[in-house]
């Protein structure tokens, strides 16, 4: 099955500092990622849509200088945390679809950046 | 925007019981998918449905899409300690490839 997989897995890091989490595909290519955050014993709240080639498409109220997407190739896409703050901390997932394959393709979630800031 | 309300929150039962988990909406999803997710993991695909009035199953597990797209249950049957995580449910609507996601169920069976 298709895999996504998401890197690192967890960092602890001191305010102010910027921080890149990658989203990879593994076993295909995908045209659109997409960044998620989630908050604890809560559902997933969709941040932004990235797009290979060209500019993400962000959900109203994410700062898009905040939470830098850069998606340069079919397989990667990656998160920039710029100057994290503690209100930062957070779960973020991202995930690839498989719609460039078929119609109604689920979409595949990597297992997630525990960000901490202290 | 389309919304997808996603009921019980919390459900915390015995093993050995049912239970089912409602999603609804007023608007029309393409298809719907629920995933299971862990603590400190990402979300894993458990179905997805498309046709209107299509009912799947898995193991103990009972997935069903509204005969008019807008609304899916799961049901779980005779309940497992294994069973314990969160389930969410999430719908594709118009926008492509954007999934709408339910406020998720925890759900803690005991043994």
């Known amino acids: 099955g298709a895999v996504v997989s998401q890197h ?6 001191k305010s102010g500092t910027s921080v890149k989490i990658e989203c990879r595909s593994l076993d295909f290519q995908a045209t659109t990622m997409f960044w998620y955050r989630q908050f604890p014993k809560q559902s997933l709240m969709l941040m932004a849509t990235s797009n290979e080639g060209s500019k993400a498409t962000y959900e ?13 190739s079919l397989t990667l896409s990656t998160l920039t945390v ?5 209100e930062d901390s957070s779960f973020y997932i991202c995930s ?16 997630g950046t525990r960000l901490s800031i202290l | 925007t ?5 009921s019980p929150q919390f459900l915390s039962i015995q093993e050995g019981e049912n239970l089912t988990v409602y999603c609804n909406s007023s608007s029309v999803f393409s298809s719907l998918q629920w995933y299971r997710q862990e603590p400190g993991e990402g979300p894993v695909l458990l179905v997805t449905v498309v046709t209107g009035g299509e009912v799947k199953k898995l193991k103990r597990l009972t997935f069903q899409f509204g005969d008019a797209r807008k609304d899916s249950s799961l049901h779980i049957t005779a309940a497992q300690p294994g069973d314990t995580g969160l389930y969410l449910c999430a719908g594709m609507g118009t926008s492509y490839g ?3 996601f339910g406020q998720g169920t925890i759900l803690t069976v005991h043994p």
């Open chain 1, 96 to 111: 690839a679809d498989l719609q460039g394959y078929g119609s109604n393709q689920p979409q595949h979630f990597g297992d």
């Open chain 1, 60 to 72: 109203q109220g994410v700062e898009k200088d905040k939470f830098l997407i850069n998606h340069a």
């Open chain 1, 82 to 86: 710029t100057s994290a703050h503690p």
């Open chain 2, 98 to 100: 954007k999934l709408t």
């Open chain 2, 2 to 6: 389309q919304l997808l309300e996603q």
């Open chain 1, 8 to 13: 690192p897995s967890r960092v602890i890091c």
